[in-house]
């Protein structure tokens, strides 16, 4: 009876492995055809994974402050994190699930104890790969810097030797030493991103580091006196999906999905970066229903004015049309475009048959149409011939002849201005132009970009500018009344919007001006030889490219002039000094000076009657040193310190420039709105370099010789403004 029994139960055990192995082979097929059905090929081990863990919840754990991967909106949990759930568990059968969690540091250590299951937002360290097998990144976020608008952090390079803020377990604590080694700052860590953004309001850190992904949008929204002041494109916050590796087979089917499903994966980030804006950006219930109502702005482009306006194929293109559609990009609204002439334009905008038109602000105007803030801070500038005489403002325009466009907002403004002006009227600003060079009229008002690429493409280089203008003619949306809330998306997107980029990539594609001149090089070609008209055509190509190596040369030199110069004093900038300091090194041949200068009293001037003041002080100093020494390279270091560099230079001599600059710093004075008078002065350091001194080790003891004389200076007054 035992050994029948046994067989007996051999038997049994037999069948239930059968009929285990063909429900895991069904399984298998099931998930492969679910796989197949879905369009995301799997492995047999990869479906017989999700076979055997099909039902079972998989937390994700995630940062809660991440930006456009998961937020709330009108009641309702959503974001790029969410959205890509829910697509992978659609191709592959699984149940990953949002796991909860108050901070990235509490999100990270459930997923290192086990109560999660994948953790997603991981970048790859060798610490971390030792627990964690990664997926690649479903996104990349640049990592950027965050400071207060009225404090000393301008850029990237000011944070040396300051105190900055970071998140716990944030792999960029690692990353910034090792992209720049040569900036230096003090850690302030904190738990998350409701704990750090305090501190750097109040000041207790000078700068703020953090993953991007949107999520800066809104700390600037949230907080107006933020602004930010660096995007490390070398550093990014890498989206991927971590697992433990006991459970790798997850991670290579996470992979595949990431491989496969490619293109669907960055629309999906396009419509959750679109939904988080509209949160960070603080849109109305009104704006927030137009947008899911309609969305779509009907848009007027003008035929004649290019560079920002012009219609391609049913896109809005040029400068405007780069900035309207970033702005469509960023929200989720759609652009429906209307070409054709201005006035035209203008017509149907008043008729509220369309919506939103590039165009100027004047009184007349606001009657119809509301204005956002402007879009470009340029201002029309008055345009003539090389031997006309300047103009210092608009009302020296008075008897002169002016070209104006038939329909232009130029009309209004100078009949609110002139007693009588004479204008000339033209159907665009190719006829504008041409009366101008021909001295039909003897003057234009034009924005400097649109004259630019006219001047440039058509050869007319004797035009050039010979005024400003005193009005308001920065570059505006105007939008219909019956749009209030366009308008006021438009308003709030417009700040976000990097408009020198746009600029500079909507330039690019704009089409060239025929130019003029060349086209008299051909006619003249063609009248005497055929054989010339070749070269006359390539010709013609090398004129288009110099045009646009020269628009391209303009913008480099402009990125260059805000890159390395101090905005409020007009002094070189620290990012200068490091930029050039092997070039200094060499100019800087002994005897030369080296100046280091620390303004006195500005934290007290600041704290006493306002950072204005102690703007205004900071001026004063810097215009002082650049009168007193003309022939120096001045820079402004930061905050309140000054480096001044003169090559050659007499010690005796220089000491007593030293004296008699001190003296007239004390003889100047900056008078305050209230009536209060204060006197730039400042605790100076100098020293000579030899041939065996270094820059580096001249500006160290210039260093060491300016706080021996603050020193001295403390010890004889109260050091009080």
């Not at 940062?63 to 309702?76: N, Q, T």
């Not at 790798?248 to 970066?273: K, N, S, V």
């Not at 070609?525 to 040369?553: S, Y």
Request: glycine share 8%; aromatic share 8%; with cysteine.
């Amino acid at each position: 009876m035992r050994g029948r029994t046994g067989q007996g139960g051999a038997g049994q055990s037999a069948w239930w492995r059968r009929a285990i192995t063909w429900m895991l082979g069904a399984g298998w097929a099931l998930c492969s055809m679910a796989s197949a059905s879905a369009g995301l090929a799997l492995t047999p081990e990869q479906a017989q994974w999700v076979a055997a863990h099909a039902g079972q919840p998989l937390q994700v754990g995630f940062d809660p402050y991440s930006g456009m991967d998961s937020f709330a909106l009108r009641g309702r949990r959503q974001g790029f994190l969410h959205l890509l759930l829910d697509d992978i568990n659609a191709q592959t059968g699984l149940k990953l699930v949002a796991a909860q969690a108050s901070g990235w540091d509490e999100a990270y250590r459930h997923f290192v104890q086990g109560q999660t299951d994948v953790l997603y937002g991981a970048n790859p360290t060798p610490e971390r790969e030792k627990i964690m097998r990664f997926t690649a990144p479903a996104q990349r976020y640049p990592y950027v810097v965050l400071a207060r608008k009225d404090g000393s952090v301008k850029t990237l390079g000011d944070i040396d030797g300051k105190a900055i803020g970071f998140i716990a377990s944030d792999f960029v604590l690692q990353a910034l030493p090792q992209a720049y080694p040569k900036i230096r700052f003090a850690p302030a860590i904190f738990p998350d991103q409701a704990a750090a953004l305090p501190a750097l309001l109040a000041g207790r850190v000078d700068a703020f580091v953090t993953s991007g992904g949107g999520s800066e949008v809104e700390y600037v929204v949230a907080h107006p006196e933020l602004a930010i002041v660096a995007e490390l494109r070398t550093i990014t916050s890498d989206m991927t999906l971590a697992v433990r590796h006991a459970d790798a087979p997850l991670a290579g089917i996470l992979d595949r999905y990431l491989q496969q499903r490619g293109a669907h994966i960055a629309e999906l980030a396009r419509q959750a970066r679109s939904l988080f804006n509209r949160k960070a950006l603080q849109l109305t219930d009104a704006e927030l229903a137009w947008l899911e109502r309609s969305g779509i702005a009907v848009v007027g482009a003008a035929e004649d004015y290019l560079p920002f306006d012009y219609q391609s194929q049913g896109q809005y293109k040029g400068i405007a049309g780069e900035v309207l559609q970033e702005v469509a990009q960023a929200v989720g609204m759609q652009l429906r475009v209307v070409s054709a002439p201005f006035a035209r334009i203008m017509e149907e905008a008043r008729a509220g048959r369309i919506h939103v038109v590039n165009m100027a602000k004047t009184e007349e105007r606001q009657a119809d149409f509301l204005f956002p803030r402007p879009f470009s801070p340029e201002r029309d500038i008055i345009i003539g011939r090389r031997s006309s005489p300047p103009i210092p403002d608009i009302y020296a325009l008075e008897d002169q002849r002016v070209a104006v466009i038939d329909g232009f907002w130029h009309e209004e403004y100078l009949r609110r201005n002139l007693r009588q002006p004479s204008m000339v009227k033209t159907a665009d600003i190719l006829e504008s132009l041409r009366k101008v060079r021909d001295g039909e009229a003897d003057y234009l008002i034009e924005n400097p970009t649109v004259a630019d690429y006219y001047i440039n493409g058509l050869g007319y280089q004797e035009l050039v500018k010979r005024g400003d203008t005193s009005g308001d003619s920065s570059l505006y949306f105007g939008v219909s009344r019956q749009q209030p809330e366009l308008a006021g998306i438009l308003d709030k997107v417009l700040p976000m919007l990097p408009y020198e980029q746009i600029k500079y990539r909507a330039l690019q594609s704009v089409p060239a001006v025929p130019n003029e001149s060349n086209r008299r090089l051909l006619w003249l070609a063609g009248v005497l030889a055929a054989a010339l008209v070749g070269i006359v055509a390539l010709t013609a190509v090398i004129a288009r490219k110099l045009t646009q190596a020269r628009l391209q040369n303009q913008f480099l030199r402009e990125r260059e002039q805000w890159l390395y110069t101090d905005a409020l004093t007009g002094c070189l900038n620290r990012n200068h000094f490091n930029a050039h300091v092997d070039a200094l090194e060499q100019w800087l041949v002994p005897p030369a000076a080296v100046i280091v200068a620390d303004l006195n009293n500005l934290k007290r001037t600041n704290d006493a009657h306002g950072h204005a003041a102690g703007d205004a002080l900071l001026c004063a100093f810097a215009d002082a040193m650049r009168a007193h020494w003309p022939q120096a390279r001045l820079y402004r270091m930061g905050g309140d310190e000054f480096l001044m560099l003169l090559a050659p230079a007499d010690a005796a001599a220089l000491q007593q420039q030293v004296d008699l600059f001190q003296a007239h710093c004390a003889q100047s004075a900056v008078v305050l709105p209230g009536g209060t008078t204060l006197h730039p002065s400042a605790a100076i350091g100098i020293d000579l370099r030899d041939a065996g001194s270094s820059l580096d080790q001249c500006i160290a003891r210039a260093d060491q010789q300016m706080y021996v004389a603050k020193r001295r200076q403390k010890k004889r007054s109260t050091d009080t403004p």
